[in-house]
Nanobody, 124 residues
Framework: QVQLVESGGGFVQPGGSVNLSCAAS????????IGWFRQAPGKEREGLSC????????TYEDSAKGRFTISRDKSKNMVYLQMNSLEPEDTAVYFC?????????????????WGQGTQVTVSS
């Protein structure tokens, strides 16, 4: 079992930045990928980025490239998503999730463990 808790969401103005945190516990994460996802009202959950916890190898969806950066701190069992140049269309609940496996994945169906989510609202 892996427990995940997101934090760092809130209100931000267009053009602003937010750094989301995901605290992981329960197992050693060296064999896991941690992913960030979001779900806007009325839309399906979409993958943004994932990171191989053992060495920090990161993968991004096109929607996240250039504006979002995923990172991790092994000593703290934390994964972060730095989001810059935010737009109202980025308003969503953001989730982190974990999967054990040999390859990165962006489909929510590939992930076994989920946090409760944190709301990010981009509005003036």
């Amino acid at each position: 079992q892996v427990q995940l808790v997101e934090s760092g969401g809130g209100f931000v103005q267009p053009g602003g930045s937010v750094n989301l945190s995901c605290a992981a516990s329960g197992r050693t994460l060296d064999y896991y990928y941690i992913g960030w996802f979001r779900q806007a009202p009325g839309k399906e959950r979409e993958g943004l980025s994932c990171i191989r916890f053992s060495d920090g190898y990161a993968t991004y969806e096109d929607s996240a490239k250039g504006r979002f950066t995923i990172s991790r701190d092994k000593s703290k069992n934390m994964v972060y998503l730095q989001m810059n140049s935010l737009e109202p269309e980025d308003t969503a609940v953001y989730f982190c999730a974990a999967r054990e496996g040999p390859a990165p994945a962006m489909s929510p169906r590939s992930y076994n463990y989920w946090g409760q989510g944190t709301q990010v609202t981009v509005s003036s």
